[in-house]
């Protein structure tokens, strides 16, 4: 399909050290790429987005970085806190067609106490 | 809670039974999406609609067919078509492209 692909699966650290989940793409015309956490038995919620004329952007303890050339984004997470655990769905849009976000596999990150 | 709701949370369907998951949102958004999800497979795209009356095919509509005569409504019909329909199913309403997507609670289908 045209999603794209994520890793790790799952990932678990330790309270206070940080976490980083990269996801590639293929589709050259990308140029939007969010993040989304979910919760257990809660819906997916946006926490942060980049767009492909910048390269990274931070709020507080999460950052997302983007290598165009590559076709690679990831979610950093420093300063791990228990309630940082959720899954974690990347997801691309491209520059032009019908609009629609194409969404990675997902990541289960376990911040352990 | 974001505006966008889905109804039923739970559904059970027999097979053989088509069922229809609602999907209703106040946000005003013209985009609205529905999204299959199971375990280890992220978010599958099943249908999209841009505009009223209009929709599209996502990555797996087969077995699945939807309806958008009003802005605020974009209901998921699961036919006895679809094999394996038990699963969640998130609907998704934004104002266009670029922008935050925002997800309905969800419905979990189980076929018994």
């Known amino acids: 399909g045209e999603n794209v692909e994520q890793h790790p699966s799952t990932l678990s650290v330790q309270e206070g050290d940080s976490a980083v989940i990269k996801c590639t793409y293929s589709d050259s015309a990308s140029n939007y790429f969010p993040w989304y956490k979910q919760e257990l038995g809660k819906r997916p919620q946006l926490i942060i987005d980049?767009?492909?004329?910048?390269g990274e952007k931070k709020d507080q303890r999460i950052a997302v970085t983007l290598n165009k050339t590559a076709k690679h984004f990831s979610l950093h997470i420093t300063e791990t806190q228990p309630e940082d655990s959720a899954v974690y769905f990347c997801a691309r849009e491209e520059v032009f067609g019908a609009n629609n976000l194409f969404f990675g596999t997902g990541t289960r990150l376990t911040v352990i106490p | 809670d974001g505006g966008i709701t889905q109804s039923p949370k739970y559904l059970f369907r027999k097979e053989g039974q088509n069922v229809t998951l609602s999907c209703e949102q106040n946000l005003n958004h013209d985009a609205m999406y529905w999204y299959r999800q199971d375990p280890g497979q992220g978010l599958r795209l099943i249908y999209y609609s841009q505009i009223v009356n209009d929709f599209q095919k996502g990555d797996i509509a087969e077995g699945y067919s939807v309806s958008r005569e009003k802005k605020e409504s974009f209901p998921l019909t699961v036919t006895s078509a679809q094999k394996n329909p038990t699963a969640f199913y998130l609907c998704a309403s934004r104002y266009s492209g670029y922008t935050e997507a925002f997800f309905g609670q969800g419905t979990r289908l189980t076929v018994v």
């Open positions: 980049i767009r492909s004329n910048v």
